[in-house]
């Protein structure tokens, strides 16, 4: 019985420092987030309105992705393997993995969509491609009849 609270005990604290480790992950992401958005942007600016050096800045532009791509992946795979590992001890097999960036990401896509929808339903029709093709051909070769016409 005391073996088995014991246990309990430690068990539950691996658990508490797997949420930590999974809460500290998450603030990881969101940091590395914003560092590849803003990183790469002063990178390109600075390749944009330098004369000399834009070689330079436009490869330290795509070091820059790659590295901090290379450090999401490092954290996400970090966390999983950490969740695994917990769900194995526990025994837990149908346990699915907390992700890093949760749900919100699903709703933020779908908002970005309908912006992105009510901005096309804003914009002007558009002719069919078809249709500029015809009108092209029929104006070449209404210009090519008079031409020929001396």
């Keep these: 019985m005391e073996n088995q609270d014991k246990y309990e005990k ?3 604290e691996l658990i508490q420092q797997q949420q930590e480790i ?4 998450q603030k990881h992401i969101k ?4 560092y590849i958005i803003f990183i790469p942007l002063v990178f390109l600016a600075l390749a944009f309105f330098s004369e000399n050096g834009k070689v330079i800045f436009l490869t330290l532009w795509i070091v820059s992705m790659f590295l901090l791509s290379a450090y999401l992946i490092y954290i ?3 966390d999983f393997q ?3 590992r917990i769900a194995k001890i526990s025994e837990n097999e149908l346990s699915e993995a907390q992700s890093l960036i949760g749900g919100r990401l699903d709703e933020f896509e779908e908002n970005v969509l309908d ?3 009510e901005w096309e ?3 002007p029709p558009r002719k069919k491609i078809e249709d500029i093709l015809k009108m092209r051909h029929s104006t070449t070769g209404k210009k090519q009849k008079e031409e020929e016409q001396p």
């Design 121 to 123: 339903e804003s914009l």
């Design 22 to 25: 999974h809460c500290q992950n």
């Design 82 to 84: 950490i969740q695994e």
């Design 10 to 12: 430690l068990y539950h």
């Design 31 to 34: 940091n590395g987030i914003k």
């Design 115 to 117: 912006i992105l929808k």
């Design 76 to 78: 996400e795979y970090l």
